[in-house]
């Protein structure tokens, strides 16, 4: 599968604990991003990447929110002291320079309880 | 101000039917792009058709089209001769000007639920 990767696809985890995603781009793509999406809603941006550089980062992204993208491959997002606020669906998506559209993976379902 | 708006939070179409879903998205830019995404109960979003702000020709792509009206700032989308696996949410997008680095920031509406009766 050359897709993009996201692993894991749910988690369930208490409030206050911290968890990791992590994200695996289709792999000559060197643009990856992470959005937010809320029941009923659409995807909202988090942040971008290009290669490892994070290059732009919604006021969505709280300072409980981390993401890296150590050697321009795989992605994190890591969410500190979780709320129930943060119950989601985390998605990532990449691109190359030759692609009009972004690329999604299944997503990450989170639920914070 | 909502960049892309989908007014139709439902939809419902018969088996082999066509069904317009609307979209219309708000810009200063002479250069953008927009895109419909399909997105299904296991929750991947999956691309079917772009439109660039200087296509003269509408977007097809199969039984997907894009009825890309500029002046009244609308990418609706048309899909011919539905199928069951159509029911799925349907999201109208839009990249603007680049971001840092070259790329884009592609911006999503809320989305429309469709459902294909048999």
């Known amino acids: 599968d050359t897709g993009v990767s996201q692993d894991p696809r749910h988690k369930i985890t208490k409030r206050g604990q911290n968890v990791t995603f992590r994200c695996d781009p289709i792999s000559e793509h060197n643009r990856l991003y992470w959005y937010r999406q809320t029941l009923g809603q659409g995807p909202e941006f988090l942040t971008y990447?290009?290669?490892?550089?994070?290059?732009?980062k919604s006021r969505l992204l709280s300072d409980r929110f981390s993401a890296e993208r150590p050697k321009g491959s795989f992605s994190t997002l890591e969410i500190q002291r979780t709320e129930q606020g943060d119950s989601a669906m985390y998605l990532c998506?990449?691109?190359?320079?030759?692609?009009?559209?972004?690329?999604f993976g299944q997503g990450t379902r989170l639920t914070v309880v | 101000a909502q960049k892309i708006t989908q007014t139709q939070p439902g939809m419902f179409v018969q088996e082999k039917e066509a069904v317009t879903l609307d979209c219309t998205y708000d810009?200063?830019?002479?250069?953008?792009?927009l895109f419909w995404y399909k997105q299904p109960s296991s929750g991947e979003m999956i691309f079917l058709i772009y439109?660039?702000?200087?296509?003269?020709q509408n977007a097809t792509e199969g039984r997907y089209s894009l009825n890309f009206q500029k002046a009244r700032k609308s990418a609706n989308l048309v899909i011919s001769a539905s199928q069951l696996g159509d029911s799925a949410m349907y999201f109208c997008a839009m990249r603007e000007a680049y971001a840092s680095g070259g790329s884009y920031i592609p911006t999503f509406g809320r989305g429309t639920s469709l459902i294909v009766h048999p």
């Open positions: 990447f290009q290669n490892e550089a994070q290059l732009e």
């Open positions: 998506a990449s691109s190359s320079p030759g692609n009009t559209e972004a690329f």
């Open positions: 439109q660039g702000s200087y296509d003269e």
């Open positions: 810009t200063s830019d002479q250069s953008y792009g």
